[in-house]
Every structure is written in structure tokens, then in C-alpha cells.
């Protein structure tokens, strides 16, 4: 028996009205979007992990994010919420304020739905260091609130009163992208008529840093400057390097938001979902699932792929990982055929690093930015292109291309799918 892939498919319109960020490249919006244009990495030796004995000292890190605005929200206390919880909450407040939404009593209307692929990990590190080395009775209480995965959820509910459905997503990779074809799901059915999306990742600890080492997935750290060493598409690339931080889009119905005055930056026209059921983190070669996952959000936005490849930007998962990207590469092509050599593409990991379960939020609000502007963020650390990963993958400088549309690929462990479709805001 045949099944559909899951798509977003009725016909509403659903639009973003606010961006939010926290990034290795900065704590906002406009700190990322300048950073990318200006092809910068935010990789770099960890000043918050203890390297001393890490196989790979360095990834990409917040600095300084701007924990006193916490203390404005009377139901929140800083010290009861996890670094994910954190970014999660002010990337919410960010992308709120961008929309002209309050900041309290967003009421029975508003929900959230967040993705997040290790949520809680410094959480689980540090008590799990003081059961061992003090025993149980030094087990902070707070422990499960502080890493349960719904915990950044719960954590915007609260700051900004918001008491409609909330929720959170954990398909690793791609935990962001399916939180936001869920929030569109939740316009069109009325569940809601605001959606905080996004997702929030910290999982920069030693116990993160060493698993995805193990598992063979993390760029080999050979003393090489950290900013080099994420090289997507290049035939050198032997990896990703891990990063943390959080992003958050306001979603609305287009004739709401219109209605309130609320400017569309981007319309959110199809998404699809599907997976591999191929191998438990190894990516298809074939790409059958992303194949279907692309043509699937094209698809149920009513477009082809011949309407769209001369005006589309993509923001490739590009993890920098040996077998991803040629997967990836194969995917575009089996979606585009031949005109998947006048795509113009990206892999925005190569400065941000690997966000985790929430790089399909970010690299949505990148690809927004990329719309309203017309200018495509580059694919940096791209000297020597794989002979196998042959598209335009926009090396090294960023491009001035007035798009029409951008996809938003992201693909996680366990073979999740997710590609998103956005139109320019009119």
C-alpha cells in the first residue's frame, strides 16, 4: 500500500512576520545576516567546555547573549532554565518584537512549537557529574524541568503568556523543519492564530562534543584555523562541527496579519515531510526520501519544479559530511533534472556550524532575509569542489540574485526529511 508523504497542503495563505536569532554569529537577526554576507564563521576555540582532553576543541559557540532581559518576565527565573531554554526564549522575544506583537497576555490564540534535537545536554552533563562524584542526594531537583525536552516550550508559554497548544518536535536534524510545517498546519486549521516556531539546540558539552566524535560524524580537528574547517560541497570536507543557539518565526494567516496592519516578510507556501527508513543516522545514497521530501513541498505549494528553478534560492542542509552532501546533490538534481545546474545554493553551516535541532529554524529566517534583500549568502571554505557535488553552490562570496522563492532543506538522523517552500513577502 502506497502512502502520501506529509505535506501542508490546504490552501491558506500562512506568512512570517518576525525573525528572531541567537547565533554563534551574534544574539539577532541583523548580527547573522551580516556575518553570513560578509562570509565570516562563527567557529572557534570553546570558551565555555573544558577541552583540556576533547578531540575537538572548538565549534560554534554563543557569546554574551543577553540574559537580562530574562529578569522583565515575572514568571521566568534565569537560574531554572537549561542554556537551550535560554536562547529559545529570547530568539522568541526577538522575533515577537520584529512582528509588533506584546510582549505579555498573548492570550488562548497564541501557540508554540519548537524542535529540538538534544535538548537539555549541559543539564544532563552537570547532574549527571555530581551523582557520580557526590551521590544522589546532590541531584539538583530542578534536574527534570531544567533538560526536559518541552522545556523551552514551556519556557516561552510563560514568558509571554502564551495558552494555546504547545508542543515540541525531536527528529534531530530536522526537528526545526517539522515544527514549522506543524505550525502551519495549526494556522489552517484555526487551532491558533499566532504560532511561535523555531527550535533551540545546546548540546556544546563534553558529552555531546565526544558522542559525535565517536560516531565518526565530526570534522577531524587537525590545528587548522577553526573558522577552515567546515567545508561543505568541498572534496576536503570530513565533517561537521557542532554549534548551539536558537531561532523563532511568527507565523500568521496572511489575511490576519494584513488585517493588523503586520507586514509579510515571506509567505510559507508548501512543505513536505518523509523519511529513508533506510539506516538509523546513515543518509540514503539514492536520496529517495529527500527526493520526495523537495518535489513533495514544490508540489503541494501548486508549482513544478520548471516554474520555480530559474528564481529559487536553496538553502542546502549541507553538513559537510562526506555522504550527506553528495546524497544532497543527488536529490536536487533527481527533483530539477537538468536545470538543477541553474540553482543557485547554499550550505550556511559553513559559518554557523551544525545548530542541531534547530538549524531548519535558522536557516529559514536566512532564507527570509535572502528574499527581502536579494542577496544570497555564500558557501565559504569552497576552494576545491567535489567533481560529484557539481551545482552552483555559491562559493565563497555572497551573490546579489533578486529570488522570487527559496527552499529550506534539512535532514536529520533517524532518515527525517524536511523541505519548506517560501515565496518573497508582498
Given at each position: 500500500m502506497?502512502?502520501?508523504?506529509?505535506?501542508?497542503?490546504?490552501?491558506?495563505?500562512?506568512?512570517?512576520?518576525?525573525?528572531?536569532?541567537i547565533?554563534?554569529?551574534?544574539?539577532?537577526?541583523?548580527?547573522?545576516?551580516d556575518?553570513?554576507?560578509?562570509?565570516?564563521?562563527?567557529?572557534?576555540?570553546?570558551?565555555?567546555?573544558?577541552?583540556?582532553?576533547?578531540?575537538?576543541?572548538?565549534g560554534?559557540?554563543?557569546?554574551?547573549?543577553?540574559?537580562?532581559?530574562?529578569a522583565?518576565?515575572?514568571k521566568?527565573?534565569?537560574?531554572?532554565?537549561?542554556?537551550?531554554?535560554?536562547?529559545?526564549?529570547l530568539?522568541?522575544?526577538?522575533?515577537?518584537?520584529h512582528?509588533g506583537?506584546?510582549?505579555?497576555?498573548?492570550?488562548?490564540?497564541a501557540?508554540?512549537?519548537?524542535?529540538?534535537?538534544?535538548?537539555?545536554?549541559?543539564?544532563?552533563?552537570?547532574?549527571?557529574?555530581?551523582l557520580?562524584?557526590?551521590g544522589?542526594?546532590?541531584?539538583?531537583?530542578?534536574?527534570?524541568?531544567?533538560?526536559?525536552?518541552?522545556?523551552?516550550?514551556?519556557?516561552?508559554?510563560?514568558?509571554f503568556d502564551?495558552?494555546?497548544?504547545?508542543q515540541?518536535?525531536?527528529?534531530?536534524?530536522s526537528s526545526?523543519?517539522?515544527?514549522?510545517?506543524?505550525a502551519?498546519?495549526?494556522l489552517?486549521?484555526?487551532?491558533?492564530?499566532?504560532v511561535?516556531?523555531?527550535?533551540?539546540?545546546?548540546s556544546?558539552?563534553r558529552?555531546?562534543?565526544?558522542?559525535?566524535?565517536?560516531?565518526?560524524?565530526?570534522?577531524?580537528?587537525d590545528?587548522?584555523?577553526?573558522?577552515?574547517l567546515?567545508?561543505?560541497?568541498d572534496?576536503r570536507?570530513?565533517?561537521?562541527?557542532?554549534?548551539?543557539?536558537a531561532?523563532?518565526?511568527?507565523?500568521?494567516?496572511?489575511d490576519?496579519?494584513?488585517?493588523a496592519?503586520?507586514?509579510?516578510l515571506?509567505?510559507?507556501?508548501?512543505?513536505?515531510a518523509?523519511?529513508?527508513a533506510?539506516?538509523?543516522v546513515t543518509?540514503?545514497?539514492?536520496a529517495?526520501?529527500?527526493?520526495?521530501a523537495?518535489?513533495?513541498?514544490?508540489?503541494?505549494?501548486g508549482?513544478t519544479?520548471?516554474d520555480i528553478?530559474?528564481?529559487?534560492?536553496?538553502?542546502?542542509?549541507?553538513?559537510?559530511?562526506?555522504?550527506?552532501?553528495?546524497?544532497?546533490?543527488?536529490?536536487?538534481?533527481?527533483?530539477?533534472g537538468?536545470a538543477?545546474?541553474?540553482?543557485?545554493i547554499s550550505?550556511?553551516?559553513?559559518?554557523?556550524?551544525?545548530?542541531?535541532g534547530a538549524?531548519?529554524?535558522?536557516?529559514?529566517?536566512?532564507?527570509?532575509?535572502?528574499?527581502?534583500?536579494?542577496?544570497?549568502?555564500?558557501?565559504?571554505?569552497?576552494?576545491e569542489?567535489d567533481?560529484?557535488?557539481d551545482?552552483?553552490?555559491?562559493?565563497?562570496?555572497?551573490?546579489?540574485?533578486?529570488c522570487?522563492?527559496?527552499i529550506?532543506?534539512?535532514?536529520?538522523?533517524?532518515?527525517?526529511?524536511v523541505?519548506?517552500?517560501?515565496a518573497?513577502?508582498?
Amino acid at each position: 500500500m502506497r502512502s502520501a508523504p506529509t505535506t501542508i497542503s490546504e490552501r491558506t495563505s500562512i506568512c512570517v512576520t518576525g525573525l528572531g536569532a541567537i547565533t554563534p554569529l551574534g544574539n539577532s537577526v541583523r548580527e547573522l545576516w551580516d556575518g553570513l554576507l560578509a562570509g565570516r564563521s562563527g567557529i572557534r576555540p570553546l570558551a565555555n567546555v573544558d577541552t583540556a582532553d576533547l578531540p575537538c576543541p572548538i565549534g560554534g559557540e554563543v557569546r554574551n547573549p543577553p540574559v537580562e532581559v530574562i529578569a522583565e518576565h515575572a514568571k521566568l527565573d534565569r537560574h531554572r532554565m537549561d542554556r537551550a531554554s535560554l536562547f529559545a526564549v529570547l530568539a522568541a522575544r526577538e522575533a515577537l518584537l520584529h512582528a509588533g506583537w506584546p510582549l505579555h497576555d498573548l492570550g488562548p490564540r497564541a501557540a508554540v512549537v519548537f524542535g529540538a534535537g538534544l535538548s537539555g545536554m549541559l543539564t544532563l552533563q552537570q547532574q549527571t557529574e555530581r551523582l557520580l562524584g557526590k551521590g544522589p542526594r546532590a541531584v539538583s531537583p530542578l534536574t527534570i524541568p531544567l533538560l526536559m525536552p518541552n522545556a523551552a516550550v514551556a519556557n516561552i508559554c510563560l514568558a509571554f503568556d502564551a495558552r494555546g497548544p504547545s508542543q515540541t518536535v525531536s527528529t534531530a536534524c530536522s526537528s526545526s523543519g517539522h515544527a514549522l510545517l506543524d505550525a502551519v498546519r495549526m494556522l489552517r486549521c484555526r487551532d491558533a492564530d499566532l504560532v511561535i516556531a523555531g527550535g533551540t539546540e545546546a548540546s556544546l558539552t563534553r558529552l555531546g562534543i565526544s558522542s559525535f566524535v565517536r560516531m565518526g560524524a565530526m570534522a577531524k580537528y587537525d590545528g587548522s584555523p577553526p573558522e577552515t574547517l567546515v567545508r561543505p560541497f568541498d572534496a576536503r570536507r570530513n565533517g561537521l562541527i557542532m554549534s548551539e543557539g536558537a531561532a523563532a518565526l511568527v507565523l500568521e494567516r496572511t489575511d490576519d496579519a494584513l488585517a493588523a496592519g503586520r507586514r509579510p516578510l515571506a509567505l510559507l507556501l508548501g512543505g513536505c515531510a518523509t523519511t529513508d527508513a533506510f539506516h538509523l543516522v546513515t543518509p540514503d545514497p539514492d536520496a529517495v526520501g529527500a527526493v520526495a521530501a523537495v518535489a513533495g513541498a514544490i508540489r503541494d505549494a501548486g508549482l513544478t519544479a520548471g516554474d520555480i528553478a530559474d528564481r529559487v534560492y536553496v538553502n542546502a542542509h549541507g553538513t559537510a559530511t562526506p555522504l550527506n552532501d553528495l546524497a544532497e546533490t543527488r536529490a536536487l538534481k533527481g527533483v530539477f533534472g537538468d536545470a538543477a545546474r541553474r540553482l543557485r545554493i547554499s550550505s550556511t553551516k559553513s559559518m554557523t556550524g551544525h545548530m542541531i535541532g534547530a538549524a531548519g529554524a535558522v536557516e529559514t529566517v536566512i532564507c527570509v532575509r535572502a528574499l527581502g534583500d536579494g542577496r544570497l549568502p555564500p558557501t565559504i571554505n569552497l576552494h576545491e569542489p567535489d567533481p560529484d557535488c557539481d551545482l552552483d553552490f555559491i562559493p565563497n562570496k555572497p551573490r546579489e540574485a533578486a529570488c522570487e522563492y527559496a527552499i529550506n532543506n534539512t535532514f536529520g538522523f533517524g532518515g527525517h526529511n524536511v523541505s519548506l517552500l517560501l515565496a518573497r513577502g508582498h
